[in-house]
Each structure stands twice: as C-alpha cells, then as structure tokens.
C-alpha cells in the first residue's frame, strides 16, 4: 500500500498570513495514464470532508483561489495564500493512483 | 443538488452484522463510482471499500475484506456495505462519496452514519 505522510501535524497560523502542508508518498503517484492523482480534502470541525482539489493542481468548483496545489511524483504542497476563519479544521491529502486508495494523517490548521 | 444520506448505523455486539445504506440523488447515480471512507472517533480518514458505476468492479481494504461487502441497486439510487464479523476497531463514523470521473477522487460527501461496535 502507498504510505501518505503529512508535514506539520498542526500548523498554527495568523490570520491573513500564508499556510503551507506539505504531503509525501511511499511511491510515485503517477499512474500509467500519465495521471498523478493526488487529492487534498478539507475537514470543518463537525463536518464532512470537502474537496478542495484534485490531481495536485486543480481546484474543484466553488474552492476560493487562496487554495492552490503544486508538486509531482512524490512530494506535494497545499498553499493558503492568506487564512481566513473559516480555513481551521483538518487538511488531508489522499492518493486515488492505486487501490487501496490512502490518506495522509491528516494536518490541524488553527488560528494564533 | 447532489445529496448523499446514509443510514444504517447504529450499536452492536462484536461479532454482529450491520447493513448501511447511502441514498443518493442530483445526478446520475449509475454513471458514478462510488466509495465508503469511515472515521474513528478523533482520527483521520480511512478508505474503505469502492465500487465501479456499473457494479462489476469492487476493491476493499486489507482491514475490511472477507468481512465487508460494498454493493448497488442502480434503480433505487442507493449504495450499500453490509458489514459482517464486526470487531471493535470498526467502530467509526462511515462516509459515502461519490466519485469525480477521470480524477482519481470524491467530490461529494455525506453526513455520515455512525457505528458502535461493542458489548
């Protein structure tokens, strides 16, 4: 199985400064189809999760342009350009290049 | 409005079987791939079980298999996981989600259904 390791864990930020997570696979991600499908997913406190984007880079309808994915092959970023309130909650990054799909463990985003 | 409800949840003894079921709507249900991802209480993410549009095609995750079986009855729009030989570590909050076509991902959740499995 393709082992997600996230970094920091928790990420204290203030609010309008830039946040950044970082998402590392066991393996490379891009699958035979030249795809690399790695997603990230935004967990609210009490809710379910949300995309937030998919196959690194793009963002899914309606996520505000603050949000923005990089990377390739092994090693992935998810930026906020400036945090807002609304943003604390648990980042995840996930896999969908080989089942069984995984998840990183996820990353705590709070407010100073 | 794409809108997933799960229900099915509930207490039950180790050992015992559960059925959940997803009810979806707001888009074609047959056409998607579906997922259940579950979450224990104060953890992360945990993939599951996944299923191909047509049904044909199922995949499960080494902590499930033998055990749970993810199913679909495409007339009624609904998604299922009957959960069998239930262990306490299968006690979670179960997600369905429905797969984003061509982008290895799931772009809509539901509220989730919550199960207890102890004695």
């Known amino acids: 199985d393709i082992v997600m390791t996230q970094t920091p864990l928790s990420s204290p930020v203030t609010l309008g400064q830039p946040a950044s997570i970082s998402c590392r696979s066991s393996?490379?991600?891009?699958?035979?189809?030249?795809?690399?499908?790695l997603t990230w997913l935004q967990q609210r406190p009490g809710q379910p999760p949300r995309l937030l984007i998919y196959?690194?880079?793009d963002r899914f309808s309606g996520v505000p342009d603050r949000f923005s994915g990089s990377g390739a092959g092994t090693h992935f970023t998810l930026k906020i350009s400036r945090v807002e309130a609304e943003d604390v909650g648990v980042y995840y990054c996930?896999?969908?290049?080989?089942?069984?799909?995984?998840f990183g463990q996820g990353t705590k985003l709070e407010i100073k | 409005e794409v809108q997933l409800l799960e229900s099915g949840g509930g207490l039950v003894q180790p050992g015992g079987s559960l059925r959940l079921s997803c009810a979806a709507s707001?888009?074609?249900?047959?056409?998607?791939?579906m997922t259940w991802v579950r979450q224990a209480p104060g953890k992360g993410l945990e993939w599951v079980s996944a299923?191909?549009?047509?049904?044909?095609?199922?995949y499960y995750a080494d902590s499930v298999k033998g055990r749970f079986t993810i199913s679909r009855d495409n007339s009624n729009n609904t998604l299922y996981l009957q959960m069998n030989s239930l262990r306490a570590e299968d006690t979670a909050v179960y997600y369905c989600?429905?797969?984003?076509?061509?982008?290895?991902?799931?772009?809509?959740w539901g509220l989730g259904t919550l199960v207890t499995v102890s004695s």
């Open positions: 707001g888009f074609t249900f047959s056409n998607s791939a």
């Open positions: 393996q490379s991600l891009v699958h035979s189809d030249g795809n690399t499908y």
């Open positions: 196959k690194i880079s």
């Open positions: 989600a429905k797969g984003y076509y061509g982008s290895g991902t799931y772009d809509y």
């Open positions: 299923l191909s549009g047509s049904g044909g095609s199922t």
């Open positions: 996930m896999q969908g290049t080989q089942f069984p799909y995984t």
